[in-house]
Nanobody, 122 residues
Framework: QVQLVESGGGLVQPGGSLRLSCAASGSIFSINTMAWYRQAPGKERKLVAGITRGGITNYADAVKGRFTISRDNAKNTMYLQMNSLKPEDTAVYYC????????????????WGKGTLVTVSS
């Protein structure tokens, strides 16, 4: 039905930057909300940032002022610009597409990507 593919993860030094991308494909009519979550080793998955179809954003306190979320509705793609990275940002970053309406008419569905690893270390 819907596939989400994250990319852009990798190893970066503290203070560095990375840009993550999430591309959604499949039988998509529209996507309401898109979001980035992250899960550090041994910890629960937590919201990093979210963005509505209209461009309203919200951020976790831990990343405010450092991360910027954006999306291209025409391409069903979302981005996360991460600056001033810290070792505590190390995690697997997951993409969520929420409130998806399919071309079949099904609506209100949520889909997850498989994640991309971000490692911040010197």
């Amino acid at each position: 039905q819907v596939q989400l593919v994250e990319s852009g993860g990798g190893l970066v030094q503290p203070g560095g930057s990375l840009r993550l991308s999430c591309a959604a494909s499949g039988s998509i009519f529209s996507i309401n909300t898109m979001a980035w979550y992250r899960q550090a080793p041994g910890k629960e998955r937590k919201l990093v940032a979210g963005i509505t179809r209209g461009g309203i954003t919200n951020y976790a306190d831990a990343v405010k002022g450092r991360f910027t979320i954006s999306r291209d509705n025409a391409k069903n793609t979302m981005y996360l610009q991460m600056n001033s990275l810290k070792p505590e940002d190390t995690a697997v970053y997951y993409c969520l597409a929420g409130g998806v309406t399919l071309t079949t008419g099904s609506y209100g569905m949520n889909f997850w990507g498989k994640g991309t690893l971000v490692t911040v270390s010197s």
